[in-house]
């Protein structure tokens, strides 16, 4: 690990100020993921920045009839809320999909949806990755590695983004607030926030150099009902090879593309009537597969059938 400085602001303010003086400086929150990258020298930011005392660690209703999620919110904080839980299943039950226990009680709602690829050439120092070092090529395509990108991949990237939590959000409409180094909030709709690779997969999301996630915000819980499902290499404590979330009529999906996918196709063929079978059978028309990922494309059919056809007639607490 290369050798950094550390701060640890008491206000929002600050942390913007703290990381706006010093070039290389980086938000640190939870750690659970940015840490582990330094380690491995992948990530070398020359000062952290602690934002994880500041007051941005509470869930509050908002006016309109929603949950603001602080950005500091852990996971598990979170999904133990008798809010989410009722209003927000596919939110908790896609939570409690990830990591551990342990890792859950340290991450936070900012930090889970700012991790990075978990793809084994990303991680791999001694292979060449797009990612990492622009321009030197990426050595998972031809590479041998299941777990890669079916929607929106490119000739630079085909890694897949490794949220649980962020596919739940895409599906449930959910809006990120942000501050930047001028105090002006904003917010950023959370399908907007994640980049497809194109030509640059360096860059990853839609944020400006400085900017602060301050809250994730959730629209009123959408008439209908919502599940997450996952479907993984071992029972806990692994990413996943696909993911569903479904809430009411919206549909995501997980580890098939550089960001949360919605599954807009599949959306479109439901509201015109179509089964769970067939607009998934719509949405997968789009998938493209190399041979080594080929079993996605059924399998995310076959999952995102199996969870529109649980969640048909059901109401929103189910």
């Known amino acids: 690990m290369k050798p950094f400085t550390y701060a640890r602001p008491s206000t929002v303010a600050d942390a913007l100020a703290m990381v706006a003086e010093v070039p290389g400086a980086r938000f640190l929150a939870g750690g659970t993921n940015l840490v582990d990258l ?59 999909a990830g990591a551990s226990g342990q890792l859950r009680n340290k991450a936070t709602t900012a930090g889970n949806l700012l991790q990075r690829t978990r793809c084994a050439y990303f991680y791999d120092t001694t292979k060449p990755c797009n990612k990492r070092e622009p ?12 777990n890669t990108a079916i929607f929106g991949a490119s000739q630079a990237c085909i890694a897949t983004h490794p949220s649980d939590m962020a596919v739940a959000l895409s599906a449930l409409d959910a809006q990120v607030e942000v501050t930047g180094q001028n105090g002006q909030a ?5 399908d907007d926030l994640h980049r497809l690779p194109g030509e640059t997969p360096q860059i990853e999301t839609s944020l400006q150099p400085g900017e602060l996630i301050t809250a994730v915000v959730l629209p009123p819980p959408p008439l209908g009902g919502q599940i997450y499902r ?4 071992r029972a ?13 009529g919206k549909v995501a999906l997980g580890a098939v593309a550089h960001k949360p996918w919605r599954a ?17 059978a719509a949405e997968m028309t789009g998938a493209r597969s ?12 076959r999952l995102g059938a199996a969870c529109l056809t649980s969640t048909a007639g059901a109401g929103s607490d189910q």
């Open 135 to 146: 321009g030197a090529g990426c050595a998972a395509i031809g590479g041998i590695y299941a």
């Open 290 to 301: 190399d041979g080594h990922n080929d079993f996605k494309v059924k399998l995310m059919g």
């Open 264 to 280: 807009k196709a599949a959306e479109q063929a439901l509201a015109k009537g179509a089964n769970p079978a067939e607009a998934m």
């Open 38 to 96: 330094m380690k491995l020298q992948i990530e070398q930011p020359t000062h952290l920045v602690d934002v994880s005392r500041l007051p941005l660690g509470q869930v509050e209703e908002t006016a309109e009839g929603g949950l603001r999620l602080g950005a500091t919110t852990t996971n598990s904080q979170v999904a133990a809320d008798a809010r989410v839980r009722v209003r927000y299943p596919a939110l908790a039950q896609a939570i409690l």
């Open 230 to 233: 996952k479907v993984r290499e």
């Open 186 to 190: 904003r917010a950023v709709a959370l």
């Open 236 to 248: 806990s404590y692994a990413f996943a090879i696909g993911a569903v979330a479904v809430a009411g």
